[in-house]
């Protein structure tokens, strides 16, 4: 069983950052693309950025030039830098892992940007 487990999110001003962090842990083998996820409120989820296991990310248009991805192989984790903060970007995050034979969620974790 692969589990993941986020941690970092919170309440920030506009302008600030926050960086979330997850890590899976269990029967892990194979993982290929690990990427942000979130669901601001009353809407659906939407990709923010991902990332391949040798390193090219991709982002959103929305958070390009704000945010950071990156992966740590060895500690099977997935990272998310966010700067320059806006109250748009209040939502639920969540991290998603793809293998070859499997995709696993995070349970999710809330940033709130007041203005």
């Known amino acids: 069983q692969v589990q993941l487990v986020e941690s970092g999110g919170g309440l920030v001003q506009a302008g600030g950052s926050l960086r979330l962090s997850c890590t899976a842990s269990g029967r892990i083998f194979g993982i290929n693309d690990m990427g942000w996820y979130r669901q601001p409120p009353g809407k659906t989820r939407e990709l923010v950025a991902t990332?391949?296991?040798?390193?090219?990310?991709y982002y959103a248009g929305s958070v390009k030039g704000r945010f950071t991805i990156s992966r740590d192989n060895a500690k099977n984790s997935v990272y998310l830098q966010m700067n320059s903060l806006k109250p748009e970007d209040t939502a639920v995050y969540y991290c998603k892992i793809s293998a070859i034979t499997y995709d696993r969620w995070g349970q999710g974790t809330q940033v709130t940007v007041s203005s």
């Open positions: 990332i391949t296991r040798g390193g090219s990310a």
